[in-house]
């Protein structure tokens, strides 16, 4: 007599639930990425990351892919999205060349800290080393240029390294993270948790301000007579804007940003001296030099704006604040340092003074009317300008005009070179993130789609690409994906036939010897954006300038303006590199 089947626990009316099969690593990161809060990623396929592209398209309601054209163009997108929006870029991309391709991005990323996580497709754990079809060792590759990398091994890890990857990516100093997963990782199955639980040692740390450095920093700020406030991309990075400007204005100091950091203070503001370095403006640089007291927040001392550094602020006792502790007395060795975020430094810093007798405060700024006496008269001396033509567009006069059809409330991104230095020095910013651009690596390219990551982050706000003919042709092809996406970038080329900064070199420095830098045989940018189904338009004469800008800036959809400018025009004032920064050079001609 054969035994009795054991009772069932369900009901009769239900059958026994079927086991669940434990998701494949596609899904645990899919899974893992919407936790992090991730609802786009940019990127482009291949064989070692078709799992993942799988699960994509059955995730397509919660996350939404963007096809780019090339990988450089989907980490630019994400650096984009990052700088505009605050929060974490995401790119993938496939081994190989995917991942190669992506290398520019992510040094970029890391050079101006900004936070992504890049994924990358990496051949099967049983061929890593054997030189396999697309294999890359990207983890040994990216290792000198991202805050962390993983290649992961056990997809039972994966879950835990894209929640690290993201803490990392965020905290901290920002900057870019890279995940390298292999194709069968991909594939295995394992269980998934979204590991509310785990603690960060890092986060765990409360952040503590050293009272006595604070204190003594208010006291140095209230005694000096030439303070500058130098400021940079931790500003804009820490959301400190209010915090500076309340420091600022409390005690009527003057401030000037760096590249970078433009926006984090607004450019019209009373107190701003403007950019100082390499091309920044005479009043900056100057003020620096005369300075007895420099307090230098979210800066890193780049070689762009000390020049050369033994004489860099030579009168100036210098107070440094930065989140990264690697960044303090690397270059310049500070008199008082504080490691810290710039916005909880400013803030407290503000609270210290505050608690001081109100007359000391008062005495400190009186002591400073002879300071803006003299801040006043350079600025009066040597004013940004440039020489107007009739005939030929001044590269100049599209950046004011730019800033005048907007209101100056576009979100800018811009390429590398000359016309990268105009819209810093002639599109005053008024809001931190308004203001995008690559920086330390200077990498050429970057503007259109860094546009197209800053324009998906808000949908609503006016984003133009400011870039040269030389830039644009880099990256020209991600039109496609704007296009595409509907992404209404507007893209502003000056067109001067050039590799305009190295021209100006060549002109300035190695006797006009114009070497590899002529540009003239190029596409028809206006054919070209009609090709990819963009509006576009030319505008060659002075008197064409604004009709052009605004049909363009109108359009509802992705528009191309291609501007003809002055093809020998020169990016004044300008510091030769390892120059003292009291040797300005400055166009002669008048406004």
Known sequence: MSARPALSRYPDSLSPPCAQPSPRGAEILINALVHEGVDSIFGYPGGAVLHIYDELWRARDRITHYLVRHEQGAVHMAEGYARASGRVGVALVTSGPGATNAITGIANAY????????????????????????????????????????LVRDVCDLAA?????????????????????????SAAQASYSRLDHIRFPISERISYLDRRALSCAASQILKAERPVMYVGGGIVNSGASEELRALAEHLQLPVTPTLMGLGGFPSAHSLSLGMLGMHGTYTA???????????????????????????????????????????VGKNRLPDLSLIADARQALKALREEISFRDYAEIVRSITQRSKWWDQLRHWQREQPLRFSGSRDRIKPQHVI????????????????????????????????????????????????????????????????????????????????????????????????????????????????RTYSEVDLSVAPDFVKLADAYGAFARRASRPEELTAVLQAGLEHDGVSVIDVVVEKEE?????????????DMIFQSEGV
């Open 111 to 150: 050079m101006d800290s900004t936070p992504i996580v890049v994924i990358t497709g990496q051949v099967p754990l049983r061929l890593i080393g054997t030189d396999a079809f697309q294999e890359v060792d990207t983890v040994g590759i990216t290792r000198p240029c991202v805050k962390h990398n993983y």
């Open 400 to 511: 004011r005009e730019l800033h005048r059809l907007t209101s100056g409330e576009a979100i800018i991104a811009s390429d590398v070179g000359q016309h990268q230095m105009w819209a810093a020095q002639f599109y005053p910013f008024k809001h931190e993130r308004q203001w995008i651009t690559s920086g330390g690596l200077g990498a050429m390219g970057f503007g259109v789609p860094a546009a197209i990551g800053a324009q998906l982050a808000f949908r609503d706000r006016l984003v133009i690409a400011v870039v040269g003919d030389g830039g644009f042709q880099m990256t020209n092809q991600e039109l496609a994906t704007a296009v595409q996406y509907e992404l209404p970038i507007k893209v502003v080329i000056m067109n001067n036939g050039y590799l305009g900064m190295v021209r100006q070199w060549q002109e300035m420095f190695h006797e």
């Open 285 to 327: 640089n100057m003020a620096v030099a005369e300075s007895d007291l420099l307090i230098a927040v979210g800066v890193r001392f780049d070689d762009r704006v000390t020049g050369k550094l033994a004489t860099f602020a030579p009168h100036a006792r210098v107070i440094h604040i930065d989140i990264d502790p690697a960044n």
């Open 570 to 582: 020169n990016v004044f004032p300008i510091v030769p590199a390892g120059a003292n920064s009291r």
């Open 161 to 185: 390294v894209v929640h690290e990857a993201f803490h990392l990516a965020r905290t901290g100093r920002p900057g870019p993270v890279v995940i390298d997963i292999p194709k069968d990782v």
